[in-house]
């Protein structure tokens, strides 16, 4: 049987220990199933889970289109 082997989102390292491993995040697959992220236990608060560019990009378009003040 073999393990399966997960890279920490946080730090970019294989984590050795499965215990050690948290699930953070699915992230969704244009033409799949997609896949799971995990990080290393101490690592969990630095994941970041929203792209800053759409984030950016999002922020234009809700300024631009919010409704004016009255």
């Given amino acids: 049987m073999t393990l399966a082997l997960h890279v920490c989102r946080a730090c970019d390292e294989v984590i050795e220990d499965p215990a050690d491993a948290v699930l953070v995040a699915h992230e969704l697959g244009n033409s799949g ?19 800053p560019d759409l984030l950016r990009i999002m922020l234009r378009i809700w300024a631009a289109h919010r409704p004016a003040a009255q």
């Fill in 33 to 51: 199933p997609g896949w799971d992220i995990y990080a290393h236990r101490e690592h969990v608060d630095d994941v970041e889970l929203i792209d």
